[in-house]
């Protein structure tokens, strides 16, 4: 029984280990992503449609 109690006091000793772990990188780290830039490119939308049709014709592996 004791072992039993020392195993489940170890486990979640863990389990709030890793809570706080990760709890503190989420609000602590900051994002390394890039910040987005703007585009001004144009669409055909005529073009668009003729390569999405060919697209979805190419067979593919599907289990």
Do not use: C, W
């Not at 072992?3 to 170890?10: D, G, T």
């Not at 486990?11 to 609000?27: A, D, E, M, S």
């Not at 390394?32 to 190419?58: G, R």
């Amino acid at each position: 029984m004791k072992k039993r109690n020392l195993a489940l006091l170890v486990f979640g000793g863990i389990v709030l280990l890793f809570i706080i772990v990760t709890g503190y990188k989420t609000l602590a780290i900051k994002s390394k992503q890039p910040l987005p830039h703007s585009s001004n490119a144009t669409i055909n939308q005529d073009e668009a449609v003729q390569h999405l049709s060919k697209a979805i014709t190419f067979k593919t592996v599907s289990y």
